[in-house]
């Protein structure tokens, strides 16, 4: 680009699912879910005194312990899947074994408090497993594998909360993150658009170029992204003044 000439573009980015994963709260959602598990802890001790009563009274079945509130396994998973949960039977009776699923045993049968199962059922509304959320952002980001997208759950530029003993991602942060995939360029990726249409221009000087907001962008988890259409106008700017300057 010839001395003294400088290309400015003037787009104000409104973006509302940029606005949505900048304003994830882990902390309040952590406070939250605290909350939860200590409301679920109460009224899981109230159907377990519910149920001892019942048994001292000879009247222990399973309907009358499903009125009660504790439903067996098979009933556990058959109200999971009507909901529309992806489990196996298999992988919910590992979840049972390693006390994830809490449970209780009642004569010779295991049993599951029907709150239990109403949370897990709630979290699956709201969170994805680490492996789930990577399968979903891969497909709107081909270039990240699971390992660095692990990396990135651990340094916290992709929000996670703990709960039990898994570690969850919020919903709304992946769909902004796909979102940011599909609309938008990393500076890498921008650099890599700018050299196919052969524009060339070194990083550092792309960089600087950012840092003085003539290139309009977000930022995220301390990453730069440029919107797709923002880096097309660069192009279209960049090949005519090249043009205009012969």
Same mark, same amino acid.
């Given at each position: 680009m010839p001395r003294g000439r400088r290309i400015v573009i003037n787009k104000k980015i409104d973006d509302n699912k940029v606005d949505s994963f900048r304003s994830l709260d882990m902390g309040e959602i952590e406070e939250e879910r605290a909350e939860v598990e200590g409301q679920l802890s109460s009224s899981i001790?109230?159907?377990?005194?519910?149920a001892k009563e019942m048994n001292s009274r000879k009247k222990l079945n399973d309907d009358a312990l499903k009125k009660g509130g504790l439903y067996s396994i098979q009933d556990s998973y058959e109200l999971l899947r009507s909901k529309g949960m992806d489990i196996s039977f298999r992988a919910f009776g590992g979840r049972i074994e390693r006390r994830s699923i809490p449970s209780v045993k009642i004569g010779k049968k295991r049993y599951i408090p029907v709150q239990s199962l109403e949370d897990m059922l709630e979290i699956g509304d709201k969170?994805?497993?680490?492996?789930?959320a990577y399968?979903?952002?891969?497909?709107?980001?081909?270039? &990240?594998?699971? $390992?660095? +997208?692990i990396? @990135?759950?651990?340094?916290n530029s992709i929000p996670s909360i703990k709960i039990g003993?898994?570690?969850?991602i919020p919903k709304e942060a992946i769909d902004s993150l796909s979102h940011v995939a599909k609309k938008y360029y990393s500076v890498s990726e921008a650099l890599k658009e700018l050299h196919k249409r052969d524009?060339?221009?070194?990083?550092n000087a792309f960089e600087r170029r950012l840092d003085r907001n003539r290139v309009p962008h977000v930022k &995220?988890?301390? $990453?730069? +992204?440029?919107? @797709?259409?923002?880096?097309?106008?660069?192009?279209?700017?960049?090949?005519?003044?090249?043009?205009n300057s012969y």
């Open positions: 001790e109230e159907v377990m005194e519910a969170f994805y497993s680490v492996r789930r399968e979903k952002y891969k497909k709107h980001n081909r270039n &990240i594998n699971y $390992r660095a +997208f990396g @990135r759950v651990e340094k003993t898994k570690r969850l524009v060339e221009i070194k990083r &995220i988890s301390g $990453r730069r +992204f440029i919107p @797709r259409e923002v880096v097309s106008e660069l192009i279209e700017k960049e090949l005519a003044l090249r043009k």
